[in-house]
Nanobody, 128 residues
Framework: QSQFVESGGGLVQPGESLRLSCSAS????????IGWFRQAPGKEREGVAC????????YYQDSVKGRFTISRDNAKNTVWLQMNSLKPEDTARYYC?????????????????????WGQGTQVTVSS
């Protein structure tokens, strides 16, 4: 059983919002930098958002910047992804993952090999 429990995905129309959550069990999220990734049919997995446990900073890919917000609640050991103004191209299965360390997020970190713990994913479909 995965140590991440994800929820919040669903079918929505363009322009609507969803809030994804990922709750950790058996480890503390504060000890890890956290990423949200997505994979669409026929496409490679893409990192879209990152929360830096080193300093609390965040990083977003240009395609979601200004629309998506990543946050962490240490008391609940949960990470969130608020997704606003959703577009059909946002359709994908979304995954949360923890980095091995409390590194500062950037594009190189999201593309790197050190996100080792993954959730099971939750499907987001944006269609009219």
């Amino acid at each position: 059983q995965s140590q991440f429990v994800e929820s919040g995905g669903g079918l929505v129309q363009p322009g609507e919002s969803l809030r994804l959550s990922c709750s950790a069990s058996g480890f503390t999220l504060d000890a890890h930098t956290i990423g949200w990734f997505r994979q669409a049919p026929g496409k490679e997995r893409e990192g879209v958002a990152c929360f830096s446990s080193s300093d609390g900073s965040t990083y977003y890919q240009d395609s979601v910047k200004g629309r998506f917000t990543i946050s962490r609640d240490n008391a609940k050991n949960t990470v969130w992804l608020q997704m606003n103004s959703l577009k059909p191209e946002d359709t994908a299965r979304y995954y949360c993952a923890t980095h091995n360390r409390r590194v500062r997020c950037n594009d190189s970190v999201l593309r790197g090999p050190d996100f080792a713990r993954w959730g099971q994913g939750t499907q987001v479909t944006v269609s009219s």
